[in-house]
């Protein structure tokens, strides 16, 4: 089993930045792919962002490309993701999840754990 907590969401202007932490326990954090991914009220579940075992490789989604930064540290068995220039439409619940593969994981099915999710919300 591995334990997923997010931190680091919270109310800000667009245009401000926010950096999320994902903290894990339990297996080695080592052996899983990490990714992002966020819900906003009344739509499905989105991507945003994934990174490989190593955080040698990385993946986002259109929408936040070249504004958001997904990294791992793992002696600190942490993921964060680097949110820059935000905006409104990135207001949602974000959630970090794990997955037992190699390379970058895009496809939230195939995530084995998930996080309890961090709001994020992005005031005009």
């Not at 991507?47 to 791992?72: H, L, M, P």
């Not at 600190?76 to 820059?84: A, D, E, G, W």
């Not at 390379?103 to 961090?118: H, K, P």
């Amino acid at each position: 089993q591995v334990q997923l907590v997010e931190s680091g969401g919270g109310l800000v202007q667009a245009g401000g930045s926010l950096r999320l932490s994902c903290a894990a326990s339990g297996r080695t954090f080592s052996g899983y792919s990490m990714g992002w991914f966020r819900q906003a009220p009344g739509k499905e579940r989105e991507f945003v962002a994934a990174c490989n075992r190593s955080g040698g490789s990385t993946a986002y989604a259109d929408s936040v490309k070249g504004r958001f930064t997904i990294s791992r540290d793992n002696a600190k068995s942490t993921v964060y993701l680097q949110m820059n220039s935000l905006k409104p439409e990135d207001t949602a619940v974000y959630y970090c999840a794990g997955a037992r593969r190699r390379g970058t994981v895009v496809d939230g099915d195939v995530y084995d754990y998930w996080g309890q999710g961090t709001q994020v919300t992005v005031s005009s």
